[in-house]
């Protein structure tokens, strides 16, 4: 008698199942990041474009200084910057929908053209928004990013 093998091999492959195909379980939902609140006295920063008309939107920064729609507010330069500070009796005001429209003649004396970036910093303590150009904060970058693209890296 021979015994045959691969009929054999075949008999016990018929009897095992298939594996079926299961649906990939949901991730389990992440844990939120914390989020850190800005000590006292350290600016909240963003940066923003003006629209054409000069308006700029800060919602958060206007937040952080507890200024709403409609707020009325006071624009001066100040070191070749604007300063906005909160004054009911204010010349300006924030629009409906919280946009802070900075006037010609004052941007212009700080070099800020419709359309352009800059970068605003609310110090809260002082309950004071300060719009800087962004070219600013690239002078003030430039040397760690030469360090950057240098070679350096150190840490």
Not at 29 to 47: D, F, H, M, N, S
Not at 127 to 133: A, G, N
Request: aromatic share 2%.
């Amino acid at each position: 008698m021979t015994f045959r093998r691969p009929e054999r091999e075949q008999l016990i492959g018929a009897l095992v199942p298939v594996a079926a195909e299961r649906p990939a379980p949901d991730p389990a939902p992440a844990a939120p990041l914390p989020i850190r609140a800005a000590p006292v006295g350290i600016p909240v920063l963003a940066v923003a474009r003006l629209d054409g008309s000069g308006r700029v939107s800060a919602r958060p920064l206007l937040q952080a200084l507890g200024w709403c729609p409609g707020q009325g507010v006071d624009i001066d330069v100040r070191h070749g910057r604007l300063a906005v500070t909160a004054d009911p009796r204010g010349r300006y005001a924030l629009d409906p929908r919280g946009l802070l429209a900075l006037p010609a003649p004052l941007r212009r004396l700080c070099g800020l053209a419709a359309g352009g970036q800059v970068l605003l910093a609310a110090l809260p303590a002082h309950h004071l928004l300060v719009v800087h150009r962004a070219d600013e904060l690239a002078r003030l970058l430039h040397p760690a990013h030469q360090l950057m693209v240098g070679g350096h890296h150190g840490r």
